[in-house]
């Protein structure tokens, strides 16, 4: 099969990966939109109003241009590492050699996410351990992305360099007691925490599992373009999850880079985010509103 072949083989796997929730949110938007134009048909209007119980928020247009730049520059070093030309200077466009483009393009939106939170920390005094997880977590996922060795140091030396199912096991485990320690801090957390750590599961899930998938395809079947291709679904769904770990905190602290601009904020605390006014607006009323939404 030529070169092309495999980057379409690529980008129908990040398809099946993305489209479904992408779609999700986009049909979420759609409903939305039409509830507030006009009359929504029979078995459309008990949907929305089972799901207005909590707004869901649409793909932001910021965080889809951050997900296709990201996207486009994978696509680009799987080229390159399908061509067998990805050494020399070219290594920089590489998928995943330490310092490359791409690599660095998802460390900047982890260290981004991890400076947001810090402000966020700095502005609301009663939810600063849980702005200071976050921003720690996020720092040192960033760090590592960024092209740190101590977890690659730590799996050489408990001499799991060579098995990649038992490293993969273990740094699952690692993940998931970082997740834990998280959810300890937020305990006290309503707004952004199923939000934040969501982000961070979905991160977590294209870090370790598919990193793992990518080991066990590299190893076991020697396929360089299979290899490729693993890789490839791997630094993809990185840049999906840094992108949806920078959209949750945003969310949470400056909520108008990322919220349709027609949203009210409606929380007390809102007035401590970066962005928002002096004086919280009220909420529409009028036969446009969505049943369930708060003052219907």
């Known amino acids: 099969m030529p070169w092309w072949g495999w980057v379409l083989v690529g980008w129908t796997t990040l398809a099946v990966v993305v489209a ?8 979420i938007a759609e409903l939305r939109s039409r509830g507030e134009t006009g009359p929504l048909p029979t078995g459309l209007r ?28 994978e696509a680009v070093g799987l080229g390159l590492r399908i061509a067998g030309t990805d050494r020399g200077a070219a290594r920089y466009l590489s998928m995943d050699a330490p310092l490359s ?52 140091e730590a799996l050489r030396t408990a001499g799991l360099a060579g098995r990649p199912v038992l490293a993969t096991a273990v740094s699952a485990g690692i993940a998931a007691v970082t997740l834990a320690v998280l959810w300890w801090l937020s305990r006290t957390e309503r707004r952004d925490r199923r939000r934040v750590m969501t982000a961070f599961g979905i991160y977590a899930a294209a870090a370790v599992v598919l990193s793992g998938v990518s080991s066990v395809v590299g190893s076991a079947s020697g396929a360089f373009p299979w ?24 969310v949470g602290v400056a909520p108008r880079l990322v919220l349709p601009a027609d949203w009210a904020l409606r929380r007390r605390a809102d007035a401590e985010t970066v962005d928002a006014p002096g004086q919280l607006p009220a909420w529409r009323t009028g036969p446009e509103r969505l049943p369930g939404w708060p003052g219907s």
């Open 101 to 152: 483009v791409p690599r660095m393009w998802v460390t900047a939106l982890l260290a981004t996410a991890a400076v947001a939170a810090f402000v966020g920390a700095a502005r609301a005094t009663e939810r600063r351990p849980w702005w200071l997880g976050v921003g720690v977590v996020a720092a040192l996922v960033a760090q590592v992305k960024g092209g740190g060795t101590v977890h690659v």
């Open 46 to 73: 008990s949907a929305v109003r089972t799901r207005s119980r909590r707004r869901r928020l649409p793909v932001p247009p910021l965080s889809a241009a951050l997900i296709g730049v990201g996207l486009s520059l």
């Open 20 to 27: 479904v929730p992408l779609g999700m949110a986009l049909r």
């Open 227 to 250: 290899a490729a291709v693993a890789t490839f679904v791997e630094e993809s769904g990185e840049v999906v999850g840094a992108v949806a770990v920078l959209t949750a905190v945003l």
